[in-house]
T-cell receptor, first 111, second 113 residues
């Protein structure tokens, strides 16, 4: 499985954009990039996923580098409810797809 | 719409006891999985199922059994609980195995004493 590298923690001010980076230099051409987040005492929650093109949904945007060796999750306007651990996951696509969670980035929102 | 429901939410077991963690989903998803999460760590896959009657092992399957007799239910059995199995357990489901959104339950916090 492709390994991901994320900063252990980040801080951001409320109502400002947040850019969460992820490196996945060993990603293969058919591997999907997923982002999940986990709020305190809750199960993980899907945020977004993509393959090659940048993706947008109501929660966030996913910017994928042209060489696909890195990606950035963008929260356009952080709120206190966005404080969570964010996991970047590369889903290996060989007919045995699984989500392999690392330790993620703990995002703190400063009021 | 209940999504993924796990029961119980909390459980304390004595070493050597057995129990079943229940997981049910009402979204008609084919793919279901069980994870455990230990303090300060990410989730690790225990077992998964790609449909009724089909199960397979994940990263940390030892000490756990699963079966999938219906699409809706995917119970996780601890045969003889050990303190090393103290953890938070999450069940997840998705309509296919990859390239899709997975839905997670709220978790079962298990303590083995």
């Amino acid at each position: 499985d492709a390994k991901t590298t994320q900063p252990n923690s980040m801080e951001s001010n409320e109502e400002e954009p947040v850019h969460l980076p992820c490196n996945h230099s060993t990603i293969s051409g058919t591997d999907y990039i997923h982002w999940y987040r986990q709020l305190p005492s809750q199960g993980p929650e899907y945020v977004i996923h993509g393959l090659t093109s940048n993706v947008n949904n109501r929660m966030a945007s996913l910017a994928i580098a042209e060489d696909r060796k890195s990606s950035t999750l963008i929260l356009h306007r952080a709120t206190l409810r966005d404080a969570a651990v964010y996991y970047c996951i590369v889903e290996t696509n060989f007919g045995n797809e699984k989500l392999t969670f690392g330790t993620g980035t703990r995002l703190t929102i400063i009021p | 719409n209940a999504g993924v429901t796990q029961t119980p939410k909390f459980q304390v077991l004595k070493t050597g006891q057995s129990m079943t963690l229940q997981c049910a989903q009402d979204m008609n998803h084919e793919y279901m999985s069980w994870y455990r999460q230990d303090p300060g760590m990410g989730l690790r896959l225990i077992h998964y199922s790609v449909g009724a009657g089909i199960t397979d092992q994940g990263e940390v399957p030892n000490g756990y059994n699963v079966s999938r007799s219906t699409t809706e239910d995917f119970p996780l059995r601890l045969l003889s609980a050990a303190p090393s199995q103290t953890s938070v357990y999450f069940c997840a489901s998705s309509y296919q195995m990859g390239n899709t959104e997975a839905f997670f339950g709220q978790g079962t916090r298990l303590t083995v004493v």
